[in-house]
């Protein structure tokens, strides 16, 4: 069941992240990590869930799913904070763990042009959110499919808990992306099957952060 705190292409692949998937040096978009709100009801019902296995789900939308091993995603190298500004190269794009700035940023949606700097979205991951992105120049109807997305609850969460919306800063090759700590869902079209492989992700990792639900900016 899909249910119950709202806050502040082609053929598809499986791809693991061993160490380093992409290189790319980010240093950060907007610098808000308190901004963010819930977006307002887009008007847009979408469809029910139709397929609840995420790699299912994934290779029927073309999407792509990154993973590394955990002992990499896990490790203290890159789990350390650095001062906010560090350039920091991240394995993946977009990025789903490595080093990140002291602050994590808050839940909720971010208008395009106040995305938080990656630093603080990499730590936001840390504690077991959920973020979904998409490149910049995403079609309105698409965005508001999003944000009815971002407002569903899913699983034993509510419309927005644990989950980040915001327009992607890094450059990243998908049109719509979904990033937990070590895990990526990358799509490079958005089509009608990327909704039930963003439902998917969500609930297969909200929460599954090396550290635990609730914890302070650590």
Same mark, same amino acid.
């Given at each position: /069941?899909? !249910?119950? &705190? ?7 692949? %499986? ?9 790319? %040096?980010?240093?950060?978009?907007? =610098?808000?990590? !308190? @901004? ?5 009801? @887009?008007? %847009?019902?979408?469809?029910?869930? *139709?397929?609840? =296995?995420?790699?299912?789900?994934? @290779? ?6 990154? =993973? ?12 350390? +904070?650095?001062?906010?500004?560090? *350039? ?7 990025? =789903? ?16 042009? @106040?995305?938080?700097? %990656? ?22 109807? +698409? ?13 034993? &969460?509510?419309?927005?808990?644990? $989950? #980040? ?6 450059? /990243? ?7 937990? &700590? ?10 009608? !099957?990327?909704?039930?492989? $963003? ?13 635990? #639900? ?5």
């Amino acid at each position: /069941m899909r !249910r119950g &705190w709202i806050a502040g292409g082609g053929a598809a692949g %499986v791809v693991v992240a061993a160490g380093i998937a992409v290189a790319v %040096v980010f240093g950060g978009g907007g =610098s808000a990590t !308190r @901004s963010a709100a819930a977006p307002a009801s @887009s008007g %847009v019902k979408l469809p029910p869930p *139709k397929i609840t =296995s995420l790699p299912a789900a994934a @290779s029927v939308a073309g999407c792509t799913l990154i =993973s590394p091993p955990a002992s990499v995603a896990l490790s203290p190298a890159n789990r350390r +904070h650095v001062a906010p500004g560090t *350039k920091v190269v991240y394995a993946t794009n977009p990025p =789903s763990y490595g080093p990140h700035y002291p602050t994590p940023a808050s839940d909720g949606y971010y208008r395009p042009g @106040s995305t938080p700097q %990656v630093g603080n979205l990499v730590h936001a991951l840390e504690h077991g959110r959920v973020e979904y992105q998409y490149r910049p120049g995403l079609p309105e109807a +698409h965005l508001k499919e999003l944000q009815a997305l971002f407002n569903e609850p899913e699983g034993q &969460w509510s419309g927005g808990q644990l $989950l #980040l919306l915001f327009e992607n800063t890094t450059g /990243m090759r998908y049109a719509v992306a979904a990033t937990a &700590w070590g895990h990526v869902l990358g799509c490079k079209t958005f089509n009608a !099957r990327v909704i039930d492989a $963003l439902r998917d992700f969500r609930l297969a990792y909200t929460n599954r952060g090396p550290e635990n #639900l609730g914890t302070g900016p650590e």
